[in-house]
C-alpha cells in the first residue's frame, strides 16, 4: 500500500511539473508569465482604485496584491483541473490509476504559480517598510484551507463537466461575478453590516480577509471565523471528493 502510495505521489509530481512547462512552452516570456498576469491586473486595478476612485484602505497596494494572489489561484486551479480532465481523456482510457491524481496535480501546478506570486508579494511588502508580524505564522494555515477549496471544487466541477462540457462556460462567468461579490478591491467595511453574513458565507471571503488581517496588519482573525472557514473548505473538499469518485466510473465512456 506504501509503494502504491509513493508511486500516486510521483506521478502527481511529474505531472505538475510537466503541466507546468508545457503550460508556458513557445512564448516569448515562458514562465515569467506567472508572475506577469497577476501584476498586470494587480497594476489596472491599483490605477483605477487608488487613483481615479480612492479607496481609503491602508497598506492599499499589498491589500490588493495579496486579494488578486490568492483569487488567482482559485481561479487558475479550478479552471486547470477542468480542461486537464478533459484534454487527458486518452490516458483515462489506456492507464489504471485514480483519476483524482489529473485534478491534484492541476492544483499543484498552480500551486508552484501562488508560490512565485508570493515571492513577488514579499518583495512588494518589504519595500513599503511594513513591519513582519507574529500572526504571520497563521498565514499557511489559511494557504491549506485556500487550497482544500481550489481542489474540493475541481474535483467537483471538472467531474461534471465530463458529462455537461457548459460547465466549464458557467465557471468562468462564476468566477467573474465571484471575483467582484468578494472584498478584494473593496473592503468589508464598504458592505452594509446586514449583509455581512452573506458575505461571510462564501469561503474565499474569510480566507482573503483573514490572511490580510495576519500578514498585513498583524491582527489575529476570530477563532470561531477561523474554525468555520476550515470546516467550510473540508465540506467542500469532501463534496468534490464524493462526486468525483462517484461520476469517475463513467469518464471513459464520457469522453
Known sequence: MTIKRQRYWNLVRELAIADFKLRYQ?????????????????????????????????????????????????????????????????????????????????????????????????IFFIASGVPVHATVVLFPLLLLELYLITTGLGLLISALNIKVRDLSHIWEVMLQIGFWATPIIYSMSMIPAKYHFWYFMNPMTRIIKYSRDVVIYGIAPDLKGVIASFFMAIALFVVGYLVFKKREPYFAEDL
Open 26 to 122: 513557445g512564448s516569448v516570456l515562458g514562465y515569467l508569465w506567472s508572475l506577469v498576469k497577476p501584476l498586470l491586473l494587480f497594476g489596472v486595478l491599483y490605477l483605477v482604485f487608488s487613483v481615479f476612485m480612492r479607496f481609503d484602505i491602508a497598506q492599499y497596494n499589498l491589500y490588493l496584491l495579496l486579494g488578486v494572489i490568492l483569487w488567482g489561484y482559485l481561479a487558475e486551479g479550478t479552471t486547470t483541473a477542468i480542461s486537464n480532465l478533459v484534454n487527458k481523456g486518452g490516458l483515462i482510457a489506456r492507464v489504471s490509476f485514480p483519476r483524482t491524481i489529473i485534478v491534484v496535480a492541476s492544483t499543484v501546478t498552480s500551486l508552484i504559480t501562488l508560490f512565485l506570486n508570493l515571492i513577488v508579494f514579499m
